[in-house]
């Protein structure tokens, strides 16, 4: 992007920057040689050459882009021509060398995975203080399983086992960017060693943003606009829907600057938006922005199909224009959706979504009668489990047999299911007072039988049969009606495991066909409800997921399993219908294409994910489906929900947090009990974790930050009057000022007593006493001063 302005009064900058105003540069990119490290070929023209997965499989070449490849401002070393020669690194331990030792802001990498799942590794970056510090890195691999992932870089196939045979399956190269300590020089980076593990880690390209060291006494902070970017966000701003353009600012100062209040935005920056068709209504505001930090606002804007190219204008508190940034394309804000996957591939997750961080699964239906399953399983998969295997190996087979006996199918626990005790009212006011800002609730799981009026598609559901009520109608219009801040979310698979309708589309566990008998295998079970269709897909599927979003009004499309499906068409009506009614919606990753946000299952990403994402896990440590086989104390308490909640908002995902109801419709208490708990801990610690963008994160500290305060989040309880804080080598951005308490239950927090010395190191006093108020997390807050 090109900038301008009056030079700067401090002296030369190095050769990256073109000078703006007094603090406003250009973001750089240096590109980190790779090519004499290539040690694997991953792309083919035909794919009878490469091994990019160590079995023969490798990238289409001609859909793979030419380099040098620019993204998001970012230059990447890529090769001119692909699937003639090595191309990637196999990252094992190799170091890549500086020209020179640099101050570095922030390093850029392409890279995938080579199989199918989610890749961690560790990169060592090795200072000219001698001092080592480590990046952890989260990523993905290269292609997924019946999912049309997000990624920079995609292809429409992969080819197979050096053959021109070809998978289907989206394949991908990513781009992550990863903030770099910058309190010394950087002199190499060390490569993660993935050689021995399951999903190697492969590296096409590496750039690298370096810091500015200023070489002259006075000290300003060097402002750079890192990105503007139009989004599909919108808010409603005096009856006109007004677009969020999401600017990110850096500071490229090093880190050894933090703690000095002239290398920082102090008191705020104004930031604006303006081309042809464009104007700001809502200006962004930053408070802050020490050396060696981002912040990242929206500005909200009245887009009129705006062409060309805008300019960013940043002003001090006064007024005065401090610089400004052109050449950022205007993307009009679409407020119509098509069935195509490029098209819909733009959306992400909308402005509410991304503040919650905090809601409630439930998992509720036929499998909640037996409400069992054997140790580490899921307890709503008793149908398959009693299935396979049909005999004594499966631990389901047996208590079967030994609580109901062999003339019981599974069928029949839909008498059982009464939802006699059930008031959609107590689990909103439960949900709410747990401090939860959504709820998915399963309408259909793979049993086939939902929770909704699935009308002519089947008659295997509650209205049609018993109990012959519409629970997901219930809920979702209590919640509109009676809890307006609520979000609203449905859960919906996809498959069927039984349905013989299903049967030309099963797959693995969910090969549809009709049970055999679990205890006389020549007879088949019934499939209580089912009706004479043509098409699984056209005339069940496909309409009754329609049905959610139109008829329901969901907020969330919480797909599972994916498989054949139809939800290009889906996503389509399901955007439009909200736009048109002034909401926004969004979409997971098991739809099976086009995802808003990735949706890891009882796991957490090992570091920040630049990507929406949510992870999700029931109150019970192995199951989502009520399990009586679980000891109620093996349910999460406040203190595990709490840490796992602040811990996956600090990687900048949401958390979903399961609680599996009785047949009657009760949440038992020992897992009410339990939300509650963290409930009260979110009353009054809750600032420090909506509406809150990740930061740092350090051993058992996390680190959160809204536009006027800074949250650190211990896991330890402080001890001994005082908690120390070592970033190692990242710079916190606290300032002379600057207020800090603890949150607590006391709404007066006192003032407490701080300083942070030269290397960046933090320590806090604290009264005991106020320690001992809290429980389970201790989240202190600074308030920024000015």
Same mark, same amino acid.
């Given at each position: 992007?090109?900038?301008?302005?009056?030079?700067?009064?401090?002296?030369?900058?190095?050769?990256?920057?073109?000078?703006?105003?007094?603090?406003?540069?250009?973001?750089?990119?240096?590109?980190?040689?790779?090519?004499?490290?290539?040690? /694997?070929?991953?792309?083919?023209?035909?794919?009878?050459?490469?091994?990019?997965?160590?079995?023969?499989?490798?990238?289409?070449?001609?859909? !793979? =882009?030419?380099?040098?490849?620019?993204?998001?401002?970012?230059?990447?070393?890529?090769?001119?021509?692909?699937?003639?020669?090595?191309?990637?690194?196999? $990252?094992?331990?190799?170091?890549?060398?500086?020209?020179?030792?640099?101050?570095?802001?922030?390093?850029?990498?392409?890279?995938?995975?080579?199989?199918?799942?989610?890749?961690?590794?560790?990169?060592?970056?090795?200072?000219?203080?001698?001092?080592?510090?480590?990046?952890?890195?989260?990523?993905?691999?290269?292609?997924?399983?019946?999912?049309?992932?997000? $990624?920079?870089? &995609?292809?429409?196939?992969?080819?197979?086992?050096?053959?021109?045979?070809?998978?289907?399956?989206?394949?991908?190269?990513?781009?992550?960017?990863?903030?770099?300590?910058?309190?010394?020089?950087?002199?190499?980076?060390?490569?993660?060693?993935?050689?021995?593990?399951?999903?190697?880690?492969?590296?096409?390209?590496?750039?690298?943003?370096?810091?500015?060291?200023?070489?002259?006494?006075? !000290?300003?902070?060097?402002?750079?606009?890192?990105?503007?970017?139009?989004?599909?966000?919108?808010?409603?701003?005096?009856?006109?829907?007004?677009?969020?353009?999401?600017?990110?600012?850096?500071?490229?100062?090093?880190? *050894?600057?933090?703690?000095?209040?002239? $290398?920082?935005?102090?008191? &705020?920056?104004?930031?604006?938006?303006?081309?042809?068709?464009?104007?700001?209504?809502?200006?962004?505001?930053?408070?802050?922005?020490?050396?060696?930090?981002?912040?990242?606002?929206?500005?909200?804007?009245?887009?009129?199909?705006?062409?060309?190219?805008?300019?960013?204008?940043?002003?001090?508190?006064?007024?005065?224009?401090?610089?400004?940034?052109?050449?950022?394309?205007?993307?009009?804000?679409?407020?119509?959706?098509?069935?195509?996957?490029?098209?819909?591939?733009?959306?992400?997750?909308?402005?509410?979504?991304?503040?919650?961080?905090?809601?409630?699964?439930?998992?509720?239906?036929?499998?909640?009668?037996?409400?069992?399953? +054997?140790?580490?399983?899921? $307890?709503?998969?008793?149908?398959?489990?009693?299935?396979? =295997?049909?005999?004594?190996?499966?631990?389901?087979?047996?208590?079967?047999?030994?609580?109901?006996?062999?003339?019981?199918?599974?069928?029949?626990?839909?008498?059982?299911?009464?939802?006699?005790?059930? *008031?959609?009212?107590?689990?909103?006011?439960?949900?709410?007072?747990?401090?939860?800002?959504?709820?998915?609730?399963?309408?259909?799981?793979?049993?086939?039988?939902?929770?909704?009026?699935?009308?002519?598609?089947?008659?295997?559901?509650?209205?049609?049969?018993?109990?012959?009520?519409?629970?997901?109608?219930?809920?979702?219009?209590?919640?509109?009606?009676?809890?307006?801040?609520?979000? &609203?979310?449905?859960?919906?698979?996809?498959?069927?495991?039984?349905?013989?309708?299903?049967?030309?589309?099963?797959?693995?566990?969910?090969?549809?066909?009709?049970?055999?008998?679990?205890?006389?295998?020549?007879? !088949?079970?019934?499939?209580?409800?089912?009706?004479?269709?043509?098409?699984?897909?056209?005339?069940?599927?496909?309409?009754?997921?329609?049905?959610?979003?139109?008829?329901?009004?969901?907020?969330?499309?919480?797909?599972?399993?994916?498989?054949?499906?139809?939800?290009?068409?889906?996503?389509?009506?399901?955007?439009?219908?909200?736009?048109?009614?002034?909401?926004?919606?969004?979409?997971?990753?098991?739809?099976?294409?086009?995802?808003?946000?990735?949706?890891?299952?009882?796991?957490?990403?090992?570091?920040?994910?630049?990507?929406?994402?949510?992870?999700?896990?029931?109150?019970?440590?192995?199951?989502?489906?009520?399990?009586?086989?679980?000891?109620?104390?093996?349910?999460?308490?406040?203190?595990?929900?709490?840490?796992?909640?602040?811990?996956?908002?600090?990687?900048?995902?949401?958390?979903?947090?399961?609680?599996?109801?009785?047949?009657?419709?009760?949440?038992?208490?020992?897992?009410?009990?339990?939300?509650?708990?963290?409930?009260?801990?979110?009353?009054?610690?809750?600032?420090?974790?909506?509406?809150?963008?990740?930061?740092? &994160?350090?051993?058992?500290?996390?680190?959160?930050?809204? =536009?006027?305060?800074?949250?650190?989040?211990?896991?330890?309880? =402080?001890?001994?009057?005082?908690?120390?804080?070592?970033?190692?080598?990242?710079?916190?951005?606290?300032?002379?000022?600057?207020?800090?308490?603890?949150?607590? +239950?006391?709404? /007066?927090?006192?003032?407490?007593?701080?300083?942070?010395?030269?290397?960046?190191?933090?320590?806090?006093?604290?009264?005991?006493?106020?320690?001992?108020?809290?429980?389970?997390?201790?989240?202190?807050?600074?308030?920024?001063?000015?």
């Amino acid at each position: 992007m090109r900038v301008f302005g009056v030079p700067l009064l401090c002296g030369a900058l190095f050769s990256y920057f073109r000078t703006v105003k007094s603090s406003l540069v250009t973001f750089p990119s240096a590109v980190l040689p790779l090519s004499s490290l290539f040690n /694997n070929q991953a792309a083919s023209l035909d794919g009878t050459t490469g091994n990019f997965d160590g079995y023969g499989a490798t990238y289409a070449a001609e859909y !793979l =882009p030419e380099g040098p490849w620019l993204y998001n401002g970012i230059s990447y070393d890529l090769p001119s021509t692909w699937g003639q020669s090595q191309d990637n690194v196999i $990252a094992e331990g190799q170091v890549v060398k500086l020209l020179n030792a640099t101050y570095v802001h922030e390093l850029h990498i392409v890279y995938a995975g080579d199989s199918s799942g989610g890749i961690a590794g560790t990169f060592s970056l090795n200072y000219a203080d001698n001092s080592v510090k480590y990046l952890k890195f989260t990523g993905k691999g290269w292609w997924k399983w019946a999912s049309l992932d997000f $990624a920079e870089i &995609r292809t429409p196939y992969h080819f197979e086992e050096y053959s021109s045979s070809k998978n289907w399956n989206s394949s991908h190269v990513y781009q992550i960017s990863l903030s770099v300590p910058s309190r010394a020089p950087l002199e190499s980076i060390t490569l993660p060693d993935t050689s021995s593990t399951s999903n190697r880690l492969h590296i096409f390209a590496l750039s690298m943003t370096p810091s500015f060291e200023p070489s002259c006494s006075l !000290l300003v902070p060097q402002i750079s606009v890192r990105s503007a970017q139009f989004s599909t966000r919108w808010e409603d701003v005096n009856g006109q829907r007004a677009q969020a353009v999401a600017i990110t600012l850096a500071n490229l100062l090093p880190g *050894n600057y933090a703690t000095s209040s002239n $290398a920082s935005i102090h008191p &705020r920056y104004e930031i604006s938006v303006a081309g042809e068709g464009v104007s700001t209504v809502t200006p962004g505001l930053v408070y802050r922005l020490a050396s060696a930090d981002q912040a990242r606002v929206d500005v909200l804007v009245l887009n009129n199909e705006g062409t060309g190219n805008a300019t960013v204008t940043i002003k001090d508190e006064f007024g005065n224009i401090v610089g400004t940034s052109v050449g950022w394309p205007i993307i009009p804000l679409r407020t119509e959706w098509t069935a195509d996957a490029d098209v819909l591939g733009t959306r992400e997750t909308p402005t509410w979504w991304n503040q919650a961080k905090y809601g409630i699964f439930i998992h509720w239906g036929i499998y909640s009668v037996p409400a069992w399953g +054997p140790p580490s399983s899921y $307890a709503e998969w008793y149908n398959w489990d009693l299935h396979n =295997p049909p005999n004594s190996s499966s631990k389901t087979w047996v208590h079967h047999l030994d609580t109901y006996g062999k003339d019981v199918v599974y069928d029949d626990f839909i008498a059982n299911f009464t939802a006699s005790t059930w *008031n959609p009212s107590a689990w909103l006011d439960l949900f709410t007072e747990a401090g939860a800002k959504y709820f998915v609730i399963v309408t259909k799981h793979h049993d086939g039988y939902g929770l909704f009026d699935t009308k002519n598609t089947t008659h295997r559901s509650s209205v049609h049969l018993n109990p012959h009520r519409d629970f997901v109608k219930e809920l979702m219009d209590t919640a509109k009606s009676d809890y307006p801040d609520m979000h &609203r979310g449905t859960y919906y698979s996809l498959p069927e495991w039984f349905n013989p309708d299903y049967s030309k589309y099963g797959f693995g566990s969910w090969p549809g066909n009709l049970a055999h008998n679990a205890f006389n295998t020549s007879e !088949l079970e019934p499939y209580t409800g089912i009706l004479n269709i043509s098409d699984y897909i056209e005339d069940l599927q496909y309409p009754q997921i329609l049905s959610l979003a139109l008829d329901y009004d969901t907020e969330i499309m919480w797909c599972d399993i994916g498989g054949p499906n139809k939800t290009l068409d889906f996503a389509a009506q399901f955007y439009n219908n909200a736009m048109q009614n002034g909401y926004q919606v969004t979409l997971n990753d098991r739809c099976g294409a086009v995802p808003d946000f990735d949706t890891p299952e009882y796991a957490t990403f090992g570091s920040l994910s630049t990507r929406s994402w949510e992870t999700s896990e029931g109150m019970d440590p192995n199951s989502y489906g009520l399990n009586t086989a679980t000891n109620a104390s093996e349910y999460k308490n406040g203190t595990t929900i709490i840490q796992t909640l602040v811990d996956v908002v600090s990687k900048n995902g949401n958390y979903l947090l399961d609680v599996g109801p009785t047949a009657e419709g009760d949440i038992i208490a020992p897992m009410a009990d339990n939300l509650l708990a963290a409930g009260k801990w979110l009353k009054y610690a809750g600032d420090c974790v909506y509406a809150t963008r990740p930061k740092i &994160r350090l051993g058992s500290f996390r680190f959160l930050t809204t =536009p006027k305060t800074f949250c650190i989040i211990a896991f330890n309880k =402080p001890s001994d009057g005082q908690f120390t804080v070592d970033a190692g080598g990242a710079a916190l951005p606290i300032q002379e000022g600057d207020n800090i308490v603890l949150l607590g +239950p006391s709404r /007066n927090s006192q003032s407490l007593q701080w300083n942070i010395d030269e290397s960046g190191v933090l320590t806090v006093v604290v009264p005991q006493d106020q320690v001992d108020q809290v429980d389970y997390a201790w989240a202190f807050q600074v308030t920024y001063s000015g």
